[in-house]
């Protein structure tokens, strides 16, 4: 009888030995729900690694973990009506304190080309512009110390044809309610954004006039290049005198690490930079594009400007790096 009370002692210990083995040995896969951007949106669930739970460098703490949350466009928008409700205020990020991750013992560049400031700018909207966000960055600590951030109601478009086109692009973000509630014409915003330049003395004190001291920052030429005049041409509008230089980060980052990135989620590979929030929602990719632009200057990397238009003929661009995507 002794024997039989030790070997079940026995297989009780290893027992507990392994199942105490697979709980530290194997990782547990968390996940959180994510919602509809749109307050009036129902939770949905997401199985995938954007919505993931991001903890801060003591993972094995939970105490130490923070938990990503998709932004409330409507906050966005200066139109939240919700801010006092504590369920929404859960499941909506309202500002942009979670997603800075600069270390600024670690920050190599202090200053780039004289810059106080960079306007990170990401365009959505291929038949027309449907949406316009920009995050006002420090240069010197990187920090985002402003944001603007509308959606664009084509102007040329019939409306059978503008619901399709919602529904095609952020009806698969669901944000399609969000876009409707509070989308405005180009022209609306561009008073609007230039308001609110003026606001942070990002420009002279002449409406439309250049830009003091700061410079747009975008992966790609397509955005100030190319789309923007074509929609001021689409909204009658002439082209403003701020979108005459920028900064294509692809550009900078090609000869700086001495690789070519065809985009924005290539360059966050390559870095090992986690992709949040959702890819082609304009917010979100200005936010994942400022994180890059932030570990670019963590590197090393000077900013500088690539692109700079003929004021007298807008449409010619001289492009001023000879190693260029193109």
Not at 50 to 60: F, G, L, Q, R, W
Request: with cysteine.
């Amino acid at each position: 009888m002794e024997v039989l009370k030790m070997a079940n002692s026995r297989v009780c210990l290893l027992r507990h030995s392994f199942n105490s083995f697979l709980r530290t040995a194997l990782p547990t896969r968390r996940f959180v729900m994510s919602s509809s951007i749109s307050s009036k949106e129902p939770l949905v669930a997401s199985l995938s690694a954007k919505e993931a739970v991001i903890t801060s460098n003591d993972s094995e703490n939970p105490k130490n973990s923070t938990r990503w949350k998709p932004m409330c466009l409507y906050y966005t928008q200066d139109k939240c009506t919700m801010m006092q409700d504590s369920s929404h205020l859960q499941k909506f990020n309202h500002g942009f304190s979670l997603e800075h991750a600069v270390n600024a013992d670690e920050y190599k560049n202090k200053h780039s080309e004289h810059f106080d400031f960079f306007l990170v700018l990401d365009l959505e909207g291929k038949v027309e512009i449907l949406e316009f966000p920009v995050l006002m960055i420090d240069a010197r600590t990187m920090d985002v110390v402003a944001f603007f951030h509308r959606f664009v109601r084509p102007s040329r478009m019939s409306e059978e044809r503008v619901n399709q086109y919602i529904k095609g692009k952020y009806g698969k973000l669901g944000v399609d309610r969000v876009w409707h509630d509070t989308a405005i014409p180009f022209d609306e915003v561009i008073v609007q954004f230039e308001e609110w330049m003026a606001k942070h003395s990002l420009c002279s004190k002449e409406l439309g006039g250049p830009l003091h001291r700061a410079a747009f920052v975008t992966c790609g030429n397509w955005d100030i290049k190319t789309k923007i005049p074509a929609q001021c041409e689409v909204s009658k509008m002439k082209l403003p005198s701020y979108f005459m230089e920028w900064i294509n980060l692809k550009d900078i980052y090609l000869n700086f690490y001495k690789r070519r990135a065809p985009g924005m989620r290539t360059m966050m590979n390559e870095l090992k930079i986690p992709l949040l929030g959702s890819h082609h929602l304009g917010i979100d990719d200005t936010k994942n594009i400022w994180r890059v632009l932030q570990r670019m200057l963590m590197d090393g990397a000077v900013l500088k400007i690539t692109a700079r238009r003929n004021p007298l003929i807008p449409e010619k661009v001289e492009f001023l790096f000879e190693n260029r995507i193109k």
